[in-house]
């Protein structure tokens, strides 16, 4: 089954228009006069109706290939070096500019590979767990970096 086709089947089963966007049912407007609670409270949350429901899919596929490979929540219960998913980004970002669409042994999209590596750097940072082996140096750096970036923006206004 291609991605496009399990992506109707799952937009089928949870109700789509025709341009594949999920339905969203308006709430009645006086339902925050109503003083429900549980509405106001969630109010306060962040939502996660706004996030692509493409991509979590692919996103999952893509970690229950690394369960498979690694283990299950092995992220959780690690220490991670941070250059580790930085060079695993950098070589899906590679290869999916250099037109190669899915990973070989997941039959992903790279860019899927490249949202889980970002999910599991937030999560090791979070959890304290993260062995930030970024170089210590590279602060030092940014100035510079800033100013070659102002040059390029500088050079294109021309």
Known sequence: M??????RQM????????????????????LGATGDPKREAGSRKPSYMNRSLIARVLVSRVMETGAEKYGAYNWVEH?????????????????WLDGHEKDEESDVTHLAHVIACCEILIEQ?????????RPKDMASLAGVFKEL??????????
Request: net charge negative.
């Open 2 to 7: 291609t991605d496009e086709e399990m992506y």
């Open 149 to 158: 970036m102002r040059k390029k923006a500088l050079t294109n206004e021309d």
């Open 125 to 133: 940072q979070a959890l304290g767990k993260l062995i930030d082996d």
């Open 79 to 95: 220490p991670m070096r941070a250059s580790t998913y930085y060079d695993a980004i950098n070589r899906h970002m590679e290869l």
């Open 11 to 30: 937009t089928d089963l949870h109700g789509a228009d025709v341009a594949g966007r999920r339905k969203l049912v308006d709430p009645p407007a006086t």
